[in-house]
């Protein structure tokens, strides 16, 4: 699934998985009506692309789309609500014209506070007795149902809002449609530059599908965007994806179970990808450095990467001779 740059379609949900057949299938049944939507996944699955996706598709003005970024309003509550309330008035005025309706996109919605939460609560509630042509969308990074109670968000807004969920998964879970958005995004930038890049060698294709993509469709658009600049021939090489670090992490992870471990006889206690991957970074690069007397050209070379990446991450990682 990728954000389109010249037009928000569903077309432009790229790949053949059953997963993107079907989120094409929900936008066609979402744009039926104005019911609250819920759209949850990771940073970088496309939450905010498949919002703009449902408004235009049922045929409404890009003007009549308004998107809130809840992390600006903590604390701004009453700049929020009027923010909304008028956008929710020229609703009103215009609410009479055919197939036409307004959208609210709140992201982040897990970072709304209390009064915040009510606010919204009491305004859908509103909203539904005055049968207004305004959709709400909102979405979350978070799998909310399971942390209601733990992140004190309320469960009357959660049933209210979460008529038609939705759960955008992460680009390592529909890895089937990698290589077309891949080519998609390429064929993008060579219509807006100046190169003229044909593919992907099979070392560069090798890559792509090694990497485990923590950032998503957003992080491969940039990657793409990085060759393309980068790139001197016909076609797109592994060196240019800038991904080496990071590209046999899962092999080695599984081959290297000890590399995990801080040596200090304490195991991680943050799981998530990211903290296992810091800590295996950590030890692996420590390893190499140590391995090569502590020689950064020399370390950086058997890593394959630039030596300027090795001082970044010493310094990111804080890695200290022992």
Do not use: W
């Given at each position: 699934m990728i954000k389109s740059i010249e037009k928000y379609s569903k077309e432009a949900f790229v790949g053949t998985s059953?997963?993107?057949?079907?989120?094409?299938s929900i936008i066609a049944t979402i744009c039926?009506?104005?019911?609250?939507?819920?759209?949850?996944g990771e940073k970088g699955t496309g939450k905010s692309?498949?919002?703009?996706?449902?408004?235009?598709?049922?045929?409404?003005?890009?003007?009549?789309?308004?998107?809130?970024?809840?992390n600006?309003?903590?604390?701004?509550?009453e700049v929020l609500f009027n923010k909304i309330n008028n956008f929710i008035k020229d609703a009103d005025q215009t609410s009479s014209e055919i197939n036409?309706?307004?959208?609210?996109?709140?992201?982040?919605?897990?970072?709304?506070?209390?009064?915040?939460?009510?606010?919204?609560?009491?305004?859908?509630?509103?909203?539904?007795?005055?049968?207004?042509?305004?959709?709400?969308i909102f979405s979350s990074t978070k799998n909310l149902e399971g942390i209601l109670d733990?992140?004190?968000?309320?469960?009357d807004l959660y049933f209210l809002i979460s008529t038609i969920p939705v759960n955008l998964l992460p680009l390592r879970q529909h890895t089937e449609d990698l290589i077309a958005l891949a080519e998609y995004f390429l064929r993008f930038y060579n219509l807006k530059g100046t190169n003229s890049i044909k593919g992907f060698s099979e070392e560069a294709i090798k890559q792509l599908y090694n990497y485990c993509w923590p950032g998503n469709v957003a992080e491969l658009k940039n990657a793409i965007e990085r060759a393309f600049l980068l790139g001197k021939g016909d076609y797109i090489q592994s060196q240019d994806l800038i991904l080496k670090l990071n590209v046999q992490t899962e092999n080695i992870l599984s081959s290297n179970i000890s590399l995990l471990e801080d040596g200090k006889e304490n195991k991680i206690e943050d799981k998530t990808l990211k903290a296992a991957l810091d800590v295996f970074k950590k030890n692996y690069v420590t390893k190499i450095l140590e391995e090569n007397n502590w020689n950064q050209t020399k370390a950086a070379k058997v890593l394959g990467i630039q030596r300027t990446y090795v001082i970044r991450l010493i310094n990111e990682l804080d890695i200290r001779k022992k």
């Open positions: 059953k997963y993107v057949i079907g989120l094409k039926k009506n104005t019911a609250c939507v819920l759209v949850m692309f498949f919002a703009r996706v449902v408004h235009l598709e049922g045929g409404n003005q890009p003007k009549d789309f308004l998107e809130i970024n809840s600006l309003f903590i604390n701004r509550a036409t309706s307004k959208t609210i996109y709140i992201s982040n919605i897990e970072k709304l506070t209390r009064e915040e939460q009510d606010f919204f609560y009491e305004l859908l509630k509103k909203l539904n007795e005055m049968n207004l042509k305004v959709r709400f733990e992140i004190g968000f309320s469960k």
